[in-house]
């Protein structure tokens, strides 16, 4: 068991999914144990260049593969009630100021959505992705964890801009983010077929949300959208297939672990591999690779792709009628233990209401226990409707 | 019966860059010992990104512009994965969907004539790692220098029927790469896959094609060329075996092929568009900047060397390196005439590295320092002798041409009365050969002569000394 962060002697938590020079790096899996990275994240030095200091690392789900952190080797990111990522906890304690978060398939936004705070996943290319260690890399995105949105706006601003050492960083130098956008006016959509997908006290929460808005002069429209399924498979095609790549690295030659039992390197190859991910991993690791396969990727992979184009027109025509989307984020508000033989599924199912950001790369907030959506750059409207209704109550 | 082989190539070739393809370590020419070049990107460690160096993609667009290729204007980057321990992240990337460059052609020559080989393509891609392997220990070592260093793989149809068509394509690649600075194509930067087949002549079907893996050696590439194609005849025509598509692998040693092990070549590589590289757009204003900064090719250089006055012989040896022609252009732009400048450098630089054990490939010397020497001695500065020691410290240690010819006292005593004076000294000390020259002995004037030169200690004119010798001796 390795340590994590418990008591914090600096203001910002960084998820094991990002490196911090000097400090280990697992991202939850057996797999990394042991891996000091010669480097940090330019996300995080550009914490540490304005003054923020790094408390430490915080527990997740091996890869961030999971729901919300319950299948690290390292034991259960959290514990409690609500079991959830060890950010989103660090940060509803008010033992960090703020945290940073790979959202990669939902699972910080989830966390947040169950522990009580917010989760920003931000425009696909604002924040640079050198340091993050990688698996699906054409949607995963650093994001913040925050208590409110002041803070949120705070951090983000810091680690927004442009980085040359990330080929997909936009050309942006810095982003201007505001948190006190006039929403009055402002047109929400609640994508229907979501909120019939979710569960009572799910849908309830998007329903009050909604409610609350409403009171601040936002005008809020059930619209179907009928693409979610069909993102929610892209998503999980392509971030199989990029996670399936990225993994292939550890390999037992280099770094990370190694199997004691082996006579030959296909030996080493498949020992190491076997035992040094979980089920979960692997399941990943299988489904990409079939999709990528030859007979397989023209149907599978390259269809995704299309499909991706497809969504994000049909996303881009939905905002142009509607300023922002709000949706559940997780089917249910009470997170239940499960073996890891049901996880592939489990997420999967789940991701139906965070897919789409990670596909076309739009903001998505996840804040309140719901989640607002917006076009590429409308963080600033995302927050200023979030911090419109802070404190009212659900 | 009689056989048409048939033959396509693919060809890797490492570029001279001074950097790696995705990552700022030292290209292929930087390392000493093993794992010198290597940092977290190239080592596959997880958080760093590819990011892309532009001379790449400006080395294989001059490739292409040679081969008389298209440039494609929009070219992606896709990721192949296997496992292999000299393979980091245990994906290559490489292109697949969106080459550089296609449909190319060129023309080969050899002793039955000329025959036009299509380009299918050229793609950019990253080297792998070696592997070293310790027989003594048992033991597999990884060096991870040439990881990412950046190629080219230049893909032929199947145009070429024998093997001295295929040596003589691969001479041109070789010359025509070092001359546009591509590559230097020393042993190992340039390694084949060789595809071949045979059928009976005027059968339309091609044979079953094998594939000749990873060569490097000219003189390997025509001997497996040579074994395949008589295995191939044997089994069609003695049916000593039943000929399959497959990979193999030629030992040098046996001079044979072996079929390699299925595991090694039915992989699906599993292709797909990486996700970290943006598509690389070619502009016309960058098209137009990559062209003008090309090398104009060996044979137009040759006819302008031609039209110069420069022999053919001549030719032959300056156009075979593009540093020579560099060399001599300069020289000529800063004024040597063209007879000094290709004499200076195919006689008097030759005639210098040859006596340290090298060629004139090896040769470096800038534009302005030669032309600095021949234009002291074309000026009578210093003479040819010391301009030949002169020439010889400026390759040897690059110092100053006039700088060593001052410091070395090898400046032509142009001050005729000096030099006078030394005649004058020369002749007083030895009245007996002035008294024989006199009387018609004049064999002796060489021996005075050398004893001017030795008194001057090389520094003078020899052709003042002569005149002044023949003066004062009337």
């Not at chain 1, 094991?16 to 057996?30: E, F, N, R, W, Y």
């Not at chain 1, 999709?291 to 023209?298: D, G, I, Q």
């Not at chain 2, 220098?145 to 068509?165: C, G, K, M, Q, W």
């Not at chain 2, 590295?353 to 090896?362: F, I, P, T």
């Amino acid at each position: 068991m390795r340590d994590y962060i418990t008591e914090a002697s600096g203001n910002i938590a960084v998820d094991d999914m990002i490196l911090v020079k000097d400090m280990q790096a697992t991202a939850g899996s057996h797999m990394l144990e042991g891996f000091v990275p010669l480097f940090s994240a330019e996300a995080v030095e550009r914490l540490e260049n304005k003054g923020y200091s790094i408390a430490g690392k915080a527990n997740v789900g091996e890869f961030g593969l999971d729901l919300v952190g319950e299948f690290s080797y390292y034991g259960a990111a959290a514990e409690g009630e609500n079991l959830c990522g060890g950010s989103a906890k660090l940060v509803k304690d008010g033992s960090v100021k703020a945290a940073l978060g790979v959202d990669l398939n939902g699972a910080p936004r989830r966390s947040a959505a169950l522990s009580g705070v917010a989760f920003m996943k931000p425009t696909y290319g604002t924040v640079s992705r050198y340091g993050v260690i990688p698996c699906a890399c054409s949607g995963e995105q650093i994001g913040v964890y925050a208590p409110n949105m002041k803070a949120m706006q705070e951090v983000l601003s810091v680690i927004a801009g442009h980085d040359a050492k990330d080929g997909t960083s936009l050309m942006h130098e810095t982003y201007d983010y505001d948190t006190d956008l006039e929403i009055s006016g402002v047109k929400v959509a609640i994508i229907k077929e979501m909120l019939e997908a979710a569960s009572e006290d799910s849908r309830a929460k998007v329903l009050a949300y909604a409610e609350n808005l409403k009171k601040k002069g936002v005008v809020v429209e059930e619209v179907s959208f009928e693409l979610a399924r069909a993102a929610q498979s892209a998503w999980q095609i392509l971030m199989a297939a990029e996670t399936c790549n990225n993994l292939s690295r550890y390999d037992g030659v280099k770094f990370g672990y190694r199997t004691p039992n082996y006579e030959n390197i296909d030996e080493l190859y498949v020992g190491s591999r076997t035992e040094g991910f979980n089920l979960l991993t692997k399941q990943t690791i299988l489904y990409g690779s079939d999709v990528l396969s030859k007979n397989r990727y023209k149907v599978c992979y390259d269809k995704s792709l299309k499909v991706r184009r497809v969504v994000a027109d049909a996303m881009k025509a939905m905002l142009s009628s509607y300023d922002a989307v709000l949706t559940p984020v997780c089917s249910e508000m009470q997170y239940t233990a499960y073996d890891i033989s049901d996880a592939f599924k489990n997420v999967f199912k789940e991701s139906f209401f965070t897919a789409i950001p990670n596909l076309i790369g739009i903001p998505a907030l996840s804040v309140g226990g719901v989640q607002l959506m917006g076009n590429h750059f409308d963080e600033s409207l995302l927050m200023s409707l979030a911090k419109s209704v802070e404190g009212m109550g659900a | 019966m009689k056989y048409e082989v048939t033959i396509g190539l693919e060809t890797h070739v490492e570029l001279d860059t001074a950097s790696k393809i995705f990552c700022a370590c030292g290209g292929h020419s930087s390392p000493k010992e093993p794992n010198d070049c290597v940092c977290p990107a190239c080592s596959g460690m997880p958080g760093m990104l590819p990011v892309m160096n532009k001379r790449v993609v400006e080395k294989a667009v001059t490739a292409g512009l040679m081969l008389n290729c298209e440039i494609n204007r929009y070219a992606t980057f896709d990721k192949k994965n296997y496992y292999y321990p000299d393979l980091p992240c245990a994906y290559q990337i490489t292109q697949l969907f969106h080459p550089i460059c296609v449909n190319g052609k060129v023309e080969v020559t050899t002793k039955d004539g000329v025959s036009m080989i299509g380009i299918k393509q050229i793609h950019m891609e990253e080297d792998a790692g070696k592997l070293v392997h310790d027989e003594w220990t048992d033991t597999s070592l990884v060096d991870f220098n040439r990881t990412s260093v950046p190629l080219i793989e230049i893909v032929t149809h199947p145009d070429f029927h024998s093997a001295e068509e295929v040596l003589s394509y691969l001479e041109m690649l070789k010359s025509m790469f070092r001359f546009g600075k591509i590559s230097e194509c020393e042993e190992g930067a340039m390694r084949c896959d060789v595809n071949i087949s045979v059928r009976p002549e005027g059968q339309t079907e091609l044979g079953v094609r094998t594939e000749i893996k990873n060569m490097s050696s000219f003189t390997s590439i025509e001997r497996a060329i040579k074994y395949e194609t008589a295995r191939h005849i044997d089994a069609l025509e003695r049916q000593t075996e039943v000929l399959v598509q497959e990979t193999r692998r030629w030992d040098d040693t046996k001079g044979r092929t072996f079929a390699m092990r299925n595991k090694e070549t039915e992989a699906d590589y599993r292709y797909f568009p990486d996700p970290n590289l943006m598509p690389i757009v070619i502009d016309d204003a960058w098209l137009d900047e990559i062209k003008s900064a090309m090398p104009k090719k060996p044979e137009v250089k040759a006819a302008e060397y031609a039209e110069m006055g420069i022999s053919e012989k001549e030719i032959e040896v300056l156009t075979g390196e593009r540093n020579l022609c560099d060399l001599l252009d300069g020289v000529v732009a800063l004024g040597a005439s063209v007879k000094d400048a290709v004499a200076w450098i195919l006689t008097e630089c030759a005639g210098v590295l040859r006596k340290n054990g090298q060629v004139l490939s090896d040769l470096q010397i800038t534009p302005e320092k030669l032309a600095k020497i021949i234009a002291m001695v074309a000026d009578g500065k210093i003479n040819r002798g010391a301009g030949k020691k002169v020439l010889t410290a400026v390759i040897e240690k690059d110092v100053d041409p006039e700088e060593f010819a001052r410091e070395n006292s090898l400046d032509a005593n142009t001050d005729e009365s000096a030099v006078a004076a030394v005649v004058d000294k020369v002749l007083a000390a030895d009245p007996k050969s002035v008294e024989d020259y006199k009387n018609g002995k004049t064999k002796v004037f060489q021996a005075l002569f050398g004893a001017c030169m030795r008194e001057l200690r090389g520094t003078a004119d020899p052709m003042v000394i002569k005149k002044l010798l023949e003066e004062k001796l009337k």
